[in-house]
């Protein structure tokens, strides 16, 4: 910029001897207006210039990027079930979002689950902590029955769906008009003292769930043939494959409840001495 300003300055010294030497002196105020004009859009030029090679282009903002849900995102070691994490891995992901796309509101289009969880959890908790099973079990009876009433085309009935000759193991009376299946507390009772001798047998939370769900007979015997103990690693039905992540979703929407898509209105996250309902 400044050997412009020094040519610029040539070029007015120029011009004005040549207003001297013609010895007008209106030629001469012109030259100078000119000289004037020509030093202040040199003087613009160049800045415009630098300002132009200067600029940063700035992070390009997509108009639909709010439109994302969070679930879509998924990070697998975000999510546990009994403080047990899931590994991070490609198909751990994308079937934990597949299980929580599953269960939001948009697919279930009921809060069932949520008066579900009012009703129950108070009852449940208690019984799970005296028994030493993990908080998170108390989601089981919502993935075995939260959606539907009664007894299964296989038989499984109640809160914690077990079937006659399992029932009546664990201490319940079922037959001759009485079904203690039908009764919160006493077949959380029983499913506890279920899911305890699991856990002794296959030493790990996950693989309890998964065979609470496909009995224990059948687990152990996929554990032998894939010699493989981890329940995120292994190969196993449909339901029992999903089932664990179902557990974790339930927990999330229950948790969670705004985050996929339900009203944060159910008493249960509600503080103990101000229930209210909006």
Known sequence: MFDNLLYIKYLCTTFTKMDR???TKKMTNKHLITCSVIVVLAIIFKLNIYSISTAKPGPITSPFAAKFVAYNHVVANDYSFADESLPVSNAVSRKMQNSLRKH???NIQSHILQFK?????PIIEPILKFYGIPNDFKYLPLVESGLKEGTSPKGAAGLWQFMPGTARTYGLKVGHGVDERMNIRKSTIAACR?????????KSWTLAAAAYNNGSIKLEKAIHSQSEDNYFRMKLNRETGNYVYN????????DNPKQYG??????????KNFITYN
Do not use: G, R, V
């Open 104 to 106: 939001n509101y948009k």
């Open 117 to 121: 969880a009012d009703k129950l959890f």
């Open 262 to 271: 339900y009203n944060n209105y159910y008493s249960y996250l509600q503080p």
């Open 247 to 254: 557990l974790i979703a339930m927990k999330a929407i229950i």
């Open 194 to 202: 279920y899911i305890k001798e699991l856990h002794a047998e296959f």
């Open 21 to 23: 030497s013609m010895n």
